[in-house]
Structure formats: structure tokens, C-alpha cells
């Protein structure tokens, strides 16, 4: 494996499957987090979900004992939150209540403004035909389409369920139109969330080769991939190149970024 | 443009545009069926439909004045029926209540069979999350994906509307699979309403330069389109080999072919 580029000016931690598991810390991780902390090399968390909320996330986080500020979470929903905002545009928001928490001081108000984008999340609630119509019409009219990530599917207790990617490709062939994706991996993602960090100096830590990974890569940072969560054997040789490091599990990336530091002392 | 291969065994004929237009016949072309008819060369009629059964699509033409005999009629829904029928498949039916009459004898009875395929054409009383969650979860057992036809959209009294295109790509990208198309401009289509007949000896009448036409072409089926219904200018030029003939009417068209075929006495 490749020694690490250094100094490290940032690092970028997935959330779910490398810190946690549902409602259960990766063993060890909090202290690992409290070890990086030390360095005051700047850390986010970059996860990609379309319908918690910063603060939720934040609650979650802070719940299992992890040291986290609000403002270090970088999630695709704050994501398409900060392009609609930036853009301002007048959105059409095919998200689930709870996610709308994050659009909340946009401003958007319904019937005031002829909506110019759509932003399609993980919504069962909208993905009905009316719904998909509205979104479609807007579309043919030159609105944008804005997908929060494009995962094909998701675990539910019952079983896997569709995740928005299949909504968005039905509304990218019928409007014959391309969808600009917020979430992993688009490497704007990795970028917005480093801010003016040269790519070349940030880290990546995560559970997922392709998401995580190899969008991170992509731009130009350093991968470390970790085998918990959705890691599966021979992960590491699905993307080329391939990841930067392996490690066992966050807090082995953690102790291997701390030694290469401490050697370059 | 190219003389017909002659002799002419089978002439396949478009339904809506070709022949008439919502209630009202094209001018000229009940006459130039009957005409037509007394050359005893095979006729039938191919259409993409997935909602009207063969029953509707016959009471409406003999309403028009046209002589046609229900069995002439070759629908996509009905060809996806004897697709069904001939793979004896236990189909879950995504289809709207008024096309299921096509299906009503295969004896699919709700609950006995486990599925394994899915029949989808446009319904939008369908095309919601839990609808579409079981189908996709069918395919991911290994249910066969059948697409009536991929239509992005179609014209509604209010606007533009959703087809089942759309829906059949999101079960696509959902399940990693590929759906076979049942309609128009799919060559079996045409292959299977020609039964024995060569299709260098088949002519193709429709209005669609790429459904009609093309399909037809691509099967070497000799092409003729008709410059009525849903023809613009310049469609001609859309599909490399042109259409074999391109006629200002269906009228137009049969006194070309049966003007050739005196030719050829």
C-alpha cells in the first residue's frame, strides 16, 4: 500500500457502518475519534442520507458518546440544501416530512414562486403517479433535477425496498434529461464538504469501496477503507486504483494516520 | 425511393394516426381497406396499446366503417397475452382493470401460483412505492421484467403524462436488469403478427417513422409511411435506411401498392 501524503489537513468519516451501526458504536470508535481530535487535523463526517436531518443526525451521534458539532456534519440532504440555497432556486421538494427540516429557512413558499427545480429523495410517500407527473411537467419546462443520492435500493426490516435512484431514473428518460447527483460519490460532494482543503492533503474513511472511496479518490484524496459494516471480502478490488489503505476497523485507521504522523515528526 | 419486392403476402397496418384519429376515420380510408381487401393479400392491424383489449379496439373500427375481424387485430397488450400464454408464465399484471379482459382466460388465479414475471404497461392506479417495492422485489427473486411497450409519455386532455417507460426503467435500474419489450417498435412484435410470412415480402403502414417504420425495417420489412397523425416534416429522414415509401395517406398508400401490383401482371 501507498505511504500517506502528508501533512493531513483533513479528514472525512463516514457515518453509519464505520462509527456506528444503527444504534451501536463500533467498538472502539469514540475513543478513536477523541485520539484524531487531539491532532487538530479538522474533521467532518460525510454520510449520505435523504432523510435525517443535521440535528438528527447530530442527536443520534452525540448519543453514543462520539464528540461531534452540528456544523461538522455533512450530509447529501444539508448538501442539496446548500446548492438550492446557493442557486436560489424555488425547488420542488420530493422528500419525506422529516427531511424537510433542513429546507425549513429557505423560504420556500408554496404557490408564491413557479417552482425551477425538483430535489428527489427517498420519498414512498411522493412516488406515486400524480406525484411523479407533477415532477415530470416541471422537468419538460426546463426545471432542474436534482437527485440527494441515487442508491438503487436500501434494507428495511421486511426486506430491501427502492431507493430514490429508480424514481430518478424514470423522471431522467421520460424528460430525457440528466440528474445533477448531490450525495457519494460525486466528487463535488468530497469537495464542497473540504471547502479550500487541497484534496491532495484530505483523507477519506469509510465502509464503502465505491461510495466512499472511489468518489473520494476520484477527487484526488487519499482512501481508507475500513472492513466493518457493508464491507464485504474483495471489496478493496473493486475500484481502481484501489483503496489507499485497509484497515480492520476506524480505530486501526486511526492508530495507522497517528503512527504515519508520529514518523514524519 | 426503392420499388416494392413483390409479390406482396402480408400487409401490417397502425390503428390510431394511420388509419383514424381519436372517433374520426382518416378521409379515404375505409374506402381503401375495402380496396385493399379485394387483393386477398393477408392485412393486420398492429398497434401499441396497453390498455384498450382487442375487444374495444375491434367495436371502435367497425364504429369507423371498417371492415376488420377482431382475430386481424394484434395489439402489444395482446401480444404480451400470447407471450404469457406461450411460456405459460404466472404474470404479476401491472396493468389497469380495462386491460386485464385480454388476460381474463389464462386462468391466473391470485395467491395459487407464485409470480414469476411482471406484465407492465401504463397504470397509473399502479405506479406507486408499494406497488412497484413488490415487483421489484419479484425481480430480484428472478421474475422476468416484460414491458407492453416503453413509451416515455403520452398526450392527456391536460398535458403530457407519464407512460410506462418511465416505470419500466426505474424496475430496470432497481434490479440490475434488462426488460424484454413486448410492442412496437420491437421486431418480434412484427415477427409474430407475420406468423409464417417472409418479411421481405411484408409491407409495415403507420404514421410513427421509428415505431412503425423503423421496427419494421429493422426485420426487413418494407416500410411505408403515411404523412398523417403524429408525422412532422422531416421524419423521414430520422432512420437510416428512409422509409421504402413515404405517402401523404393511407389512401395514397393503397393506390401505390395496388398501382405497383397491376404493374407487375
Redesign the interface.
Known amino acids: 500500500m501507498k505511504t500517506l501524503n502528508l501533512p493531513i489537513k483533513a479528514v472525512l468519516i463516514d457515518l453509519s457502518g464505520t462509527l456506528h451501526i444503527d444504534d451501536t458504536a463500533i467498538p472502539g470508535a469514540v475513543d478513536a475519534l477523541k485520539r484524531l481530535r487531539k491532532t487538530n487535523i479538522p474533521v467532518k463526517f460525510v454520510t449520505n442520507t435523504t432523510k435525517e436531518s443535521r440535528r438528527f443526525l447530530h442527536e443520534r451521534l452525540v448519543g453514543l458518546g462520539f464528540e461531534i458539532k452540528p456544523d461538522e456534519i455533512w450530509s447529501s440532504l444539508w448538501a442539496a440544501r446548500d446548492l438550492v440555497a446557493s442557486r436560489e432556486l424555488q425547488p420542488y421538494l420530493m422528500l419525506e416530512d422529516a427531511a424537510m427540516e433542513d429546507f425549513a429557512d429557505l423560504g420556500k413558499q408554496e404557490g408564491e414562486h413557479e417552482y425551477n427545480s425538483v430535489v428527489i429523495g427517498l420519498a414512498?410517500?411522493m412516488?406515486?403517479?400524480?406525484h411523479?407527473?407533477k415532477a415530470?411537467?416541471l422537468l419538460?419546462r426546463g426545471a432542474s433535477l436534482i437527485a440527494i443520492h441515487e442508491a438503487?435500493?436500501y434494507k428495511r426490516s421486511d426486506?430491501?425496498?427502492?431507493?430514490p435512484?429508480?424514481?430518478v431514473?424514470?423522471?431522467?428518460?421520460?424528460?430525457?434529461c440528466k440528474s445533477e447527483v448531490v450525495g457519494k460519490p460525486s466528487p463535488n460532494f468530497f469537495k464542497s464538504a473540504l471547502g479550500d482543503v487541497d484534496p491532495k492533503y484530505a483523507i477519506m474513511i469509510g465502509d464503502d469501496v465505491r461510495d466512499d472511496i472511489g468518489g473520494a479518490q476520484k477527487l484526488g484524496m487519499q482512501g481508507i477503507l475500513v472492513q466493518t459494516g457493508k464491507y464485504r471480502p474483495g471489496d478493496e478490488d473493486k475500484i481502481s486504483p484501489p483503496p489507499c489503505k485497509v484497515c480492520p476497523s476506524f480505530t486501526h485507521a486511526v492508530n495507522m494516520l497517528l503512527g504515519e504522523l508520529q514518523k514524519s515528526e
Open positions: 414512498p410517500s412516488f406515486d403517479y400524480d411523479l407527473n415530470f411537467r419538460l438503487r435500493y426486506g430491501l425496498a427502492l431507493g435512484g429508480p424514481f431514473k424514470a423522471l431522467e428518460y421520460a424528460a430525457d
